[in-house]
């Protein structure tokens, strides 16, 4: 794995637990902050923090992927072998 990609995993789980604290607490199933705690617009940030780090999971994922070599025919199309 190299460095870039583990980067990306790394920011995308923190960025998923991130969003997701921010979601329970916005919900106020976490509780301990008296600014978060309760607040709704807390659930909506925490999602799309949430979102986010499983976007760049998926990408650190398919970063990584060898892609599949292909031959070019004598018609100038290339086809997977």
Known sequence: MNSR???LAIVGVILLLMGIVF???G????TGS????GNSNYI?????????G??????ASRMGAP???SVQ?????????
């Open 5 to 7: 990609r583990l980067t």
């Open 23 to 25: 979601a329970l607490q």
């Open 27 to 30: 919900a106020n199933v976490i």
């Open 34 to 37: 008296s600014v978060m705690s």
């Open 44 to 52: 909506y940030i925490g999602g799309v923090v949430a979102i986010i």
């Open 54 to 59: 499983v976007a760049l999971l998926v990408w």
């Open 67 to 69: 892609k599949a070599p």
């Open 73 to 81: 025919s004598a018609a100038g199309q290339t086809a997977p072998l």
